[in-house]
Each structure stands twice: as structure tokens, then as C-alpha cells.
């Protein structure tokens, strides 16, 4: 049995029990918040398996607990070595899909470390990524960098909290971040795993449906031939007078025909992107030397009867006078048509979608806009429309469209933004190289 000190220990220089327990309190104190920390963080990130919801969750999560203004959590992009904005939280936040190199500012020394660091003077680290604080017109006086370590393995991400609202970050804090770090990188793993089994189902979906597809369509594609056989047929038949009379029935006859050929090609086309786009994986691009204004005219045909229903008009602006440029012209039909078959049910009866287009003579890009009179966009949808990972707002939506875009576009070495007004219209824009294969291409 453990016997009480005697007075005269008590009293001996040296031995000071009262300030003793009182650290033990402190301590005590510390892994009581640290097991209420690991009991919030758990319940909440073990609820769900969205990979949006998680990340807010944390963050959220992280700044409450050591009174930090705002903070951000970045994910690894290792095709492109950078570390992505994934969410923000502050009265200035960082865009979403905001990139840095994975090996410049702290939060890149901390990812390419695994070490966590406390820097309460930040403007005395050499560093510091200032461009961020420049682009927001926030300013970071202090910050705690986190990694967010998979169990046993490398970095997938980065977790930033700045600017503690009462006195300095302290190593207590630190303490609490790393627990939170650490189920948050289980968590966010636990997701991506979840989302990549969607894929695989979406996918296998996906390839059912082209099977039956094709199926489908090989007795129309079938009767196409049959009809331009017919066509061909008729009119062959035809004297001068005959063929002089019914010319624009004739005309209408091979439109029709090519139309509904090219409809099928574009539907099988339309369902390989679409299975690319959800693996994440895309064929080389077919660079040839192509025709937008030709590109922009199938799109219109194919909508144009889902326009003439709804009583809008579609039309294009400089469009054709364009010059050719290297371009794969199976990704720009499926880019415009996704801009255009989306803007439709957003604009009103009576309204307008236009395509316009002219050469940039300074830059010698060509540079294109699609612009609808539609209901136009918040801020907040507007700003993340094109963000490492776009979040459809519609009912039943998957995002894909906007996915497909980006995607044309980066392949491409181009260009693309939006200018939206709730109540105005829409605007997107995109600029492409004439040739996108040359190593000045990119377009910054």
C-alpha cells in the first residue's frame, strides 16, 4: 500500500505535490478531450460513406475543437502531382479544385514529409504559399498542416486549420488534429472505395446497355439502309423534269437519311464516353484537322426537334467562318452537345441558346462561347460547375455531363469557364489551340 508523504517530505526543496497535481489534472483534462474528440469523430464519419459529406464533416469537426477561424482539406492528385483544394471553411475561402504542386508551401512540406507542423508566425516561413492568401484576400497569420496518413502507408492528403481565434496553436492542438486525421484518412479511404465499387457497377451497367444498344438499333440501322437503298432507288428512276421537280424533296430525303445515321453513330459514341468518363479512363484523342461550325450543325440537328418543342431557338454567330483546327471531333460533339441538351431545359419558351465563335488574332486560339437566356446559376454552383469533382444539382442528375466536358477540354490543351446570373443566362466559355499536340499549346 502506497503510504502518505510525511510533513517532512511535504516540506523538503524540491517536492512540489500541489503543482504536481495539478498537471496531472491538465493532463487528465487533455485525454478526456482527446477521447470526446475521437468519439464525435468516429460517429460522425462512420455515417456516411460520401466522399463530399466526409470531408465538410472533418473539417468542421477539426475547427471546432481547437477554435481555429477557418482551414481547408486538400486530396492528392498523383497523375498531376498536386494537392487539391477539396473543401474550405472561413469568411474567405479557398475555390474548390484550387491546385498546388504536392512540394511547394507548407501543406506540400507536410505531404511530402508525413510530418505534421505548427507554424504560429507565418509570415516569417519562407515557405508559405502567399499566392493563396492573394487570391482569397485572406490573411493566414498562424496554421497547423496535418497529413492525412493512410494506416501504415503514404499521404493522401493534407488537413490545414489557421488562424487560432484565443492565443497560439499549442501541442495539444496538434495532438487532437492527428487523432482527427487519422480516422478522417480511414474514413475518406473507406469512401473512395465505396465510390470506386459504384464505378465498377456503373460501368458494367453501362457495357449491358451498349450490348443491348446495339441490339436494339441494328434492325433501324437496318431500315436506314433499306430507306436510302429506296431513295436512291426512286429518284434514280426519275426523268430530268421529274428530278428538276422534286429536288428539295430529294434534298430532304438524304438529310433525313444521313441524320438518322449519324444519330446512331453518336448514340454508341455517347455511351463509350460516358463509361470512360466514370473509369476515369479516355482513349488517345484523334487529333485531325476539323470543322467546328460542321460539329455545331449535327449538335443542332439533333436537338433541334427537343428545341422546337419547347419554342427555343438555336443559332450560331461567326461560327462558320472559323478556321479548321486540330481537334477530335467525336470529343467536340460530345462537349457541345452536352452544353447545348443542357442549357435547353433551363431556358424558358421563347428564349435562345447561340454559339459563337471568332479567332483570337492575338493569342491564335479559336475562342467559343454557348449562350443561353436561361434561369442562369447561384454563385456557389457556378464557382464549383468545374472543380475536381462536379456535383450535379438536378433531380436524378450524375454530373457526368459536366465531367465530359472538362474532360474534352483538357484534352484538348484548352479552356473553359462559366459566367452566370441568376435570372440573366448563362454563358460558357471555351478557347482551343490550333494545334493542341504543339508544346506552347496550353493555354494558361
Known amino acids: 500500500m502506497t503510504q502518505p508523504p510525511s510533513p517532512d517530505m511535504e516540506n523538503q526543496p524540491g517536492t512540489d505535490f500541489t503543482r504536481l497535481s495539478r498537471a496531472d489534472t491538465s493532463e487528465l483534462l487533455h485525454y478526456k478531450t482527446q477521447l470526446e474528440a475521437v468519439e464525435r469523430i468516429s460517429q460522425a464519419l462512420f455515417q456516411s460513406f460520401d466522399l463530399d459529406e466526409l470531408v465538410e464533416t472533418t473539417l468542421r469537426i477539426a475547427l471546432e475543437e481547437v477554435g481555429a477561424e477557418a482551414g481547408s482539406i486538400l486530396l492528392a492528385d498523383p497523375e498531376k502531382e498536386e494537392l487539391i483544394f477539396q473543401y474550405s471553411i472561413g469568411d474567405k475561402p479557398v475555390p474548390r479544385?484550387?491546385?498546388?504542386?504536392?512540394?511547394?508551401?507548407?501543406?506540400?512540406?507536410?505531404?511530402?514529409?508525413?510530418?505534421?507542423?505548427?507554424?504560429?508566425?507565418?509570415?516569417?516561413?519562407?515557405?508559405?504559399?502567399?499566392?493563396?492568401?492573394?487570391?482569397?484576400?485572406?490573411?493566414?497569420?498562424?496554421?497547423?498542416?496535418?497529413?492525412?496518413?493512410?494506416?501504415?502507408?503514404?499521404?493522401?492528403?493534407?488537413?490545414?486549420?489557421?488562424?487560432?481565434?484565443?492565443?497560439?496553436?499549442?501541442?495539444?492542438?496538434?495532438?487532437l488534429l492527428t487523432i482527427i486525421s487519422a480516422f478522417a484518412a480511414l474514413a475518406i479511404q473507406q469512401a473512395k472505395q465505396f465510390e470506386d465499387a459504384k464505378k465498377a457497377e456503373v460501368v458494367t451497367l453501362l457495357g449491358d446497355i451498349g450490348h443491348d444498344l446495339k441490339n436494339l438499333l441494328t434492325p433501324v440501322q437496318t431500315g436506314v439502309e433499306l430507306l436510302r437503298d429506296v431513295v436512291k432507288d426512286l429518284f434514280g428512276a426519275m426523268n430530268s423534269a421529274e428530278l428538276t421537280h422534286n429536288k428539295t424533296n430529294r434534298k430532304i430525303c438524304d438529310e433525313s437519311v444521313e441524320i438518322a445515321q449519324n444519330g446512331i453513330r453518336r448514340l454508341h459514341d455517347r455511351v463509350k464516353e460516358m463509361a470512360d468518363c466514370v473509369k476515369g479512363l479516355s482513349s488517345a484523342p484523334d487529333f485531325v484537322l476539323c470543322s467546328i461550325g460542321q460539329v455545331i450543325l449535327e449538335v443542332f440537328q439533333t436537338l433541334r426537334g427537343l428545341a422546337r418543342e419547347k419554342q427555343i431557338t438555336l443559332r450560331t454567330e461567326g461560327v462558320e467562318s472559323l478556321p479548321e483546327f486540330h481537334a477530335d471531333e467525336r470529343r467536340l460533339y460530345n462537349a457541345f452537345y452536352n452544353l447545348i441538351n443542357n442549357a435547353i431545359p433551363e431556358t424558358p419558351r421563347g428564349g435562345s441558346i447561340t454559339v459563337r465563335g471568332h479567332l483570337d488574332q492575338s493569342t491564335g486560339h479559336i475562342a467559343l462561347a454557348v449562350a443561353d437566356t436561361g434561369r442562369g446559376m447561384s454563385p456557389e454552383i457556378r464557382d464549383r460547375l468545374f472543380s475536381a469533382k462536379a456535383v450535379s444539382t438536378k433531380k436524378s442528375g450524375t454530373g457526368l455531363g459536366t465531367k465530359i466536358v472538362k474532360d474534352v477540354v483538357d484534352a484538348h490543351n484548352g479552356k473553359i469557364w462559366v459566367e452566370s446570373e441568376p435570372g440573366v443566362g448563362t454563358t460558357f466559355h471555351l478557347w482551343f489551340p490550333l494545334d493542341p499536340t504543339t508544346t506552347h499549346a496550353k493555354i494558361r
Open 97 to 175: 479544385g484550387t491546385a498546388i504542386p504536392w512540394g511547394k508551401g507548407i501543406s506540400g512540406a507536410v505531404f511530402q514529409s508525413g510530418e505534421a507542423r505548427i507554424t504560429n508566425q507565418v509570415d516569417h516561413d519562407a515557405s508559405h504559399l502567399h499566392q493563396i492568401d492573394q487570391a482569397t484576400g485572406f490573411v493566414t497569420h498562424d496554421m497547423i498542416a496535418v497529413p492525412l496518413r493512410r494506416w501504415r502507408g503514404e499521404p493522401i492528403g493534407v488537413l490545414d486549420v489557421v488562424n487560432k481565434r484565443a492565443g497560439p496553436f499549442t501541442n495539444h492542438d496538434l495532438g
